[in-house]
């Protein structure tokens, strides 16, 4: 029984070290920028892109995720003609979501692909107005922002060495506008933005 004791004591001072960095690498915490276009399907518009993430390990190839960020102009592409005139129109957009990673095992290149839902807040703005007319604009505006809902998915590659990630990726994010206000803004459709991304993580 002793000898048992001691074997099962053994075995278990062995497994610490590893259990001990399986509990240390469970979360990542990202920060990410990029570049969104293609907004309708009627041609393209390219804008920054930036926010954060937090991926939680469930299974060695499945996370859950959540992420949080801002796209700066996702209006159509339609809008783009005004580009020869004083006046701009953009639509921006702060998001949440959230959802599920599936990743292969672990190593220092990690191939994944992901599927996200959320919410949207889109807003949009006039430049190249100024005086009383500005102020009545910027007004009216507001009762143009909306909440819609999101979907989202990608993939893309995670690269790790010791804590630190490197994370590149493509994302597509669909805003269901149809039917409402914002929407009229892209041509009575909803929303379709590409993604591409850089974000560097760390792991712990």
């Known amino acids: 029984m002793r000898k048992l004791f001691m074997v099962a004591a053994a075995i278990a001072m062995c497994a610490l070290p590893s259990v001990a960095f399986a509990q240390a690498t469970t979360t990542e915490v990202q920060g990410f920028g990029g570049l969104t276009f293609g907004s309708s399907t009627f041609g393209s518009t390219s804008a920054s892109t930036f926010g954060g993430r937090v991926a939680i390990d469930l299974l060695p190839t499945m996370q859950i995720i959540g992420e949080g960020g801002r796209m700066m102009d996702i209006k159509s592409p339609l809008f783009d003609l005004l580009e020869y005139t004083p006046v701009g129109v953009q639509v921006s957009a702060w998001y949440g979501e959230a959802g599920v990673r599936f990743i292969t095992s672990p190593s220092a290149v990690r191939p994944y692909v992901e ?89 712990f």
């Open 115 to 203: 599927t996200t839902a959320g919410i949207a807040r889109l807003t949009p703005n006039i430049n190249g107005v100024s005086g009383r007319a500005d102020a009545i604009v910027d007004a009216g505006l507001v009762f143009l922002n909306r909440t819609e809902p999101m979907l989202g998915a990608g993939g893309g590659m995670l690269v790790q060495g010791g804590p630190v990630t490197l994370d590149v990726g493509y994302r597509y994010k669909k805003i269901l506008a149809g039917g409402t206000i914002a929407s009229a803004l892209n041509a009575g459709n909803a929303y379709n933005v590409n993604e591409v991304r850089v974000g560097i993580g760390v792991r």
